[in-house]
């Protein structure tokens, strides 16, 4: 008999939302059963999104009326701020917490704050947070009651360096440097001049370059695998002019004798969302658009010690809510593909 | 216990044929076992294409190679004339054939080879050839040997007539008017300068305003449903700036008394592909990207007594591939939504 | 001597204020003097749009500080509802104003407020605005003190509609269908989920059919120039991922024997921006992109009796700030072409 | 009396041809007099690129039809391995040359030979070629007769580096790392599967990671200015979906005490072309659109004695054919900003 759970969203107007619902629709182990929008509350979800027309029968409800704590899990697709103040509650009633926000990636508090710019509404509980990057902490994962989803920009730089800070592959003290290319659903869906078609269409630039939130995120998984590495990162993102997608390109400096083709493919052998290509390819981001997958090279740059490590996954999917999606199959038993195994759109 | 079909798809290099690929990857009762290039022949599917990697196992073969005729379905998904050749042995054989091109889709000879620009290679044959706008033949389609897919446009323009049309209930003699508007995969995967994302991005144009080989389609199945209406078609199609979607507005004079609303409602009740949304309603095309759906809405002219239908498909899956695979499910006896359930990729 | 005449901007942070500016910074006879926001008071120009870096070295000023009646003529590109209530002092100092938004584009109060949801501040005034389409009333243009600039999809729909609606060629009482398609800049730079790049972009739909603004507009064109066509007007106008651009489609029914070609060939040949194709070309948006024109193609639709005119222009240029820069060279007696000589940007 | 020059253009058909033909269209001083393509030839280039009707009467001419020794300059816009094959003969008639391809960029003949996969057809005259990047050897191309005009990568790369290395500011011995990202157009004006929207567009990949052929160019313009610096150069390459625009990410290590803010503002003081932003600015590829335009920021990462440099181009114009004019300016004697004074396209 297949066992079904309960699923709720909370703040589920947003695109980290919509690709929960559009994920889960298939899910042959999950039932979502309750939709928050404080602003949408009593709009049915086929009329607010209508990709979803005949997919759901479901209606955004407020908070209060949603009756979460009856659900096994709960995610929270909520801008920041949000999953700290609600989650405490939740917790005591027994229900297990996936938050796609940033409320619980920081485990050092006061980092957070200075970085996101408030106070935090429980520091006690981010220590029982479990950072949901799956290839990283799956066992503790499979026990957690409160998943710290990683942000995309972690995700996909973070998986590439995983097995080689695993191995303790890195140079001490050289650079580290990720330059990283966003699609510009990773800005969301809210009204925002920076974000029309018309000002970052046919447009390329860099932001947050004197600082951006997801770099303490990154060296905290950094420092958690090998030390002496996570100081020296260089990270920089750029928007690009497109919907969906992430690239990552790191350069790095590897300790003599590394062979990090083999590594790699070690490491993430039976790993079913991450793959690892031959030397010298070059992923795309459209190989994993709609798909919960990372793609990754890595290669010598040519007559240099450095290397060149090129990693992509959709923002939305690996990079939020598939990772999500994973994390709960992770933490209930699921097959891992279970509602993952749909097929990158190309073109 | 589950039936499963062989599949073999010839001329798999396309956008039609990798998202067969794609559709039929998660498809419960096929198993596609032969795929042809004659130009990629010994090269991996998922070299070829970075998106099936870890997906399909598969080589392209030549056609000789590949025994299509141990298949129990063939789709084929070649540029005009090549169905044609290759098709009579094959249905001599015993094997259903889907033909994604237009070889077979007009009944009239003279007709087809006046607009397709050369001999037809096997006229006896297409008098047995089921057009398959599903929705308009089911019937037929279960028992066919020969399905002839229809194309984009004639999909994206015959679906909100078929009802209108079947009642009776266009007005003689009035023009009725479609302006569509496809997107640029619709030109295939070939290169092309006018296909360039320099040349066709950022830019909106008609094209074959003087004549498009989908007029004497959509004619054909206008004339099949009611008199004095095909003759008086106007059909311009336009590029449009984005990889998937079509869009068809249409100009109607229907006659007095008539509510189109409630014919298509009702004639679709039962259809899972074709969705008829509320009077007043304006469809978008990414409501249905990469989706086996026809969304459709029709509402009078302010002060006018010309309707105006609006229809969006995506043009390689219900306007190609989806519909491909949709027959193959009506001609094989599997649910009509197998291998068609995904749900549409927004944003 | 070279004549300079001062010029002033009010509420220049939208598309159409850039543009003005971008305009404005080569013409040989304007000074721009002051440029007004109230959001961005004291802002630098320069800083506020990065592309006008070291063009310009001025700051935005609110209206009261920015002595607006110093100027001989001031642009407003602002929201509806503005225009009205600022416009009678100036008149009154003497300036000549040349207005970008719709509040004077009406002359029938009644069904303004209709369409617009407010309330004329100064329907007294309106009777004296000219209607700014210039190759329709550059005679009154030369001496007005007020133009009330034509909206883009007005323009893009009357200027072929001209030379056969002056000629009386249109027939009466049989649909006049204006299917249009606008690149998004026509929504502006205001902050809305609508328009933002994952909303709007790789996407097409209809819009407003139940009812434009720009509908009355093109109508009041229309009546002026020939009786019993107005009512008849179907238009129906559609969003194309795209930053600028606009197309119509027309379908018309024109008298026999009119020769369409010979007509609008004739009435524009000493027109400089408006472009008569041969018949039988398709005009391109991206051919006018950034430039003051609109390029113009009309042929019959195959077998049938009716026309199908293509128009396009820039949105922001022949449909706003270029052709408000047209008419200001008409009211002062500039070469034409004076700042609007630039050529289009391909690709 | 205004100097007017005879310009001819070799190879016109592509994207660096008609930017030519755009910007020549207003300069001052010249009279673009012969056009040549031996596929168009006969073709008018008012029909060939629709955005030039009415802008110039030429006929595309084959090379021998043309009398290109009759010019005083001639461009050539055409693939590499043309322009070292005609250009002697016109050196010899005395004209002069600036040559948009890379047959003269190279002085290394046997490294240009291996990295263009070619014999060189006049290594005797590439030592008199002097490389056009306006802001370096201003000199030397007043009195140029052949121009190497740079590679649009080069142009990007090098201007932020020109006043650092000639300061002799960058750290011996470390990584100079040069993350890019190109528009589209950069792929040429030729048919090529993947450069279709379709493939292109909404996608981002890096290419050209093994070695590109702008590496030994940019090399050799680093080690003119400052030793054991160019080996450590490493360059990535990047595919953005858009048609213009160029952004390069650098990675630096400076000498300590440097200032570079204050040696890039110092050194481009008085150059139109160049605008270096204020400290933590982040220039956007779009506020160059269509302008001869290259804007810089530097910043140092934070806690970290890594400067990021941010710099962008319209890769047409500052990095094909706006340089390509401004080299032609210089020879001639004209003022730097004929025909090159546009503002930057927004939105």
């Known amino acids: ?81 949000v999953a700290m103040k609600e989650a405490p509650a939740l917790l005591a009633a027994g229900v297990r917490i996936i938050d796609l926000s940033a409320d619980f990636r920081i485990q050092d508090i006061a980092a957070w704050e200075h970085w996101y710019g408030m106070s935090h509404a429980c520091p006690d509980i981010v220590p029982q947070a479990v950072y949901g990057l799956c290839e990283m902490n799956r066992e503790a994962i499979q026990t957690a009651q409160l998943i710290a989803n990683p942000g995309c920009y972690p995700t996909c730089v973070s998986l590439p360096l995983l097995p080689l800070l695993k191995a303790g592959r890195l140079k001490n003290g050289m650079p580290l440097i990720a330059d990283c290319k966003s699609g510009v659903s990773g800005a969301g869906r809210k009204a925002a001049v920076s974000a029309l078609l018309c000002e970052a269409g046919d447009n390329f630039k860099a932001y947050g370059v004197g600082g951006h939130r997801h770099l303490p995120e990154i060296r905290q998984t950094i420092s958690r695998l090998q030390e002496n590495v996570a100081d020296h990162l260089v990270f920089v993102p750029h928007l690009t002019p497109m919907i969906r997608g992430m690239h990552a390109t790191l350069y790095l400096h590897l300790q003599d004798g590394t062979d990090p083709q083999q590594i790699l493919s070690d490491f993430y052998a039976d790993s079913p969302f991450v793959d690892i290509l031959p030397s010298g390819s070059t992923p795309e981001t459209r190989s994993v658009r709609g798909a919960n997958l990372c793609r990754i090279s890595i ?29 709960m199959n992770i933490m209930f038993g699921f097959a891992d593909t279970a509602g993952l195994n749909s097929v990158p759109l190309l073109p």
Chains 1, 2, 3, 4 share one sequence.
């Open 1 to 81: 008999m297949t066992q079904i759970i309960k699923a709720g969203i909370v703040g589920a107007t947003g695109y980290t939302g919509v690709e929960l619902l559009r994920l889960l629709a298939n899910h042959p182990n999950v039932e979502v059963c309750a939709v928050t929008s404080r602003s949408e509350a009593g709009v049915a979800v086929a009329d607010y999104f209508p990709s979803l027309r005949g997919v759901y029968d479901l209606t955004f409800q407020t908070p209060d009326d949603a009756r979460l704590n009856e659900c096994d899990v709960v995610f929270f697709a909520t801008p920041n701020g």
């Open 299 to 327: 290669q010598k740059a040519p007559q240099q010690n450095v290397w060149i490590a090129l990693s992509v996954i959709d923002n939305l999917v690996k990079g939020a809510a598939g990772q999500a999606v994973q994390n």
